[in-house]
């Protein structure tokens, strides 16, 4: 199992609509997350910055998150998601939200 | 099980160090996190931020945050990290670690 970190930016204006609709995520959604071997997965915010966490429990994690970004209903969940989002500066290309460093872990 | 996200500041000066340091957590404080019921606890950086992930499967956390800071290595352990450390200005009262919000959680 691999554990990840990350992070990403919330606009101020859109914070109240993140929350509400994070609150009530879509089935076709969560269905696909779990399709693709992600599994105790977990977004806390902090002002303008949003933190998750998250499990990765299969073997193929490019494949996996390809077909996350493949799937239609994931597709239309992150164009209303996208535009509230605004990504850090210093995230490695490609990345949309940013990969951060495990500094430590007890099971 | 309760889950908690939290947060606090790390002084520039001191993030080698702190990794250095949490890569070889003390057994003595591992076993007093496992004894007050915290599982599955990781810790990540952005930056100056460190970012908490942790599961509370006991059902006194109050009682249990008290016996970890009345553990004598423990304290030890928090007299080397505090230092380092450099809690938002946002806390609440009380605390070291700021407690953020969940804003989605899917098992």
């Known amino acids: 199992m691999q554990r990840f970190g990350q992070v990403?930016?919330?606009r101020?204006?859109?914070?109240?609509?993140?929350?509400?609709?994070h609150a009530d995520v879509w089935?076709?959604?969560?269905?696909k997350i779990a399709e693709?071997?992600?599994r105790n997965y977990s977004i806390y915010r902090y002002g303008d910055l949003l933190f998750a966490?998250?499990?990765?429990?299969?073997d193929d994690f490019e494949g996996d998150m390809a077909a996350m970004a493949a799937d239609e209903t994931t597709q239309k969940w992150w164009e209303?998601?996208?535009?509230?989002?605004?990504?850090?500066e210093d995230r490695a290309e490609?990345?949309?939200w940013k990969t951060i460093d495990?500094?430590?872990h007890t099971d």
Chains 1, 2 share one sequence.
Request: aromatic share 12%.
């Open 8 to 10: 990403i930016g919330i």
């Open 12 to 21: 101020a204006e859109h914070v109240e609509e993140y929350i509400r609709l």
């Open 27 to 31: 089935a076709g959604v969560l269905k």
């Open 36 to 38: 693709c071997n992600i």
């Open 53 to 58: 966490y998250m499990e990765y429990h299969g």
């Open 80 to 88: 209303l998601c996208m535009p509230m989002q605004k990504p850090v």
């Open 94 to 96: 490609g990345e949309w």
């Open 102 to 104: 495990e500094v430590f």
